[in-house]
């Protein structure tokens, strides 16, 4: 079992950035692919992207491509995604899961999920 705690989430204004961070605790983090998923009120949970378990390789949804960077430190079991030059329409409770492969991620297809942290980015 792996269990994921997220935090650095909060309110922002539109233009700024947030970094969050993904604490995991349990079996060997390196050893999974690492993915953010974010869920708007009123809407489906989705995929935000996405990084291998050796951190070489990234996924991003296209919503978010070129803002958003998401990395890993496996000597912290930490994982993290930087966001920039964010938008209201950012705004969601943010999610980081584990998979075994990167590939499953964009499908939803998770081993394990963290609570989540709020993000609201103001206009």
């Known amino acids: 079992q792996v269990q994921l705690v997220e935090s650095g989430g909060g309110l922002v204004q539109a233009g700024g950035s947030l970094r969050l961070s993904c604490a995991a605790s349990?079996?060997?983090?390196?050893?999974?692919?690492m993915g953010w998923f974010r869920q708007a009120p009123g809407k489906e949970r989705e995929f935000v992207g996405g990084?291998?378990?050796?951190?070489?390789?990234?996924d991003y949804a296209d919503s978010v491509k070129g803002r958003f960077t998401t990395s890993r430190d496996n000597a912290k079991n930490t994982g993290y995604l930087q966001m920039n030059s964010l938008k209201p329409e950012d705004t969601a409770v943010y999610y980081c899961?584990?998979?075994?492969?990167?590939?499953?991620?964009?499908?939803?297809?998770?081993?394990?999920w963290g609570q989540g942290t709020q993000v609201t980015v103001s206009s």
């Open positions: 349990g079996r060997t983090f390196s050893g999974y692919a």
């Open positions: 990084i291998s378990s050796g951190g070489s390789i990234t």
């Open positions: 899961a584990v998979t075994r492969l990167l590939a499953r991620l964009r499908g939803g297809s998770v081993d394990y």
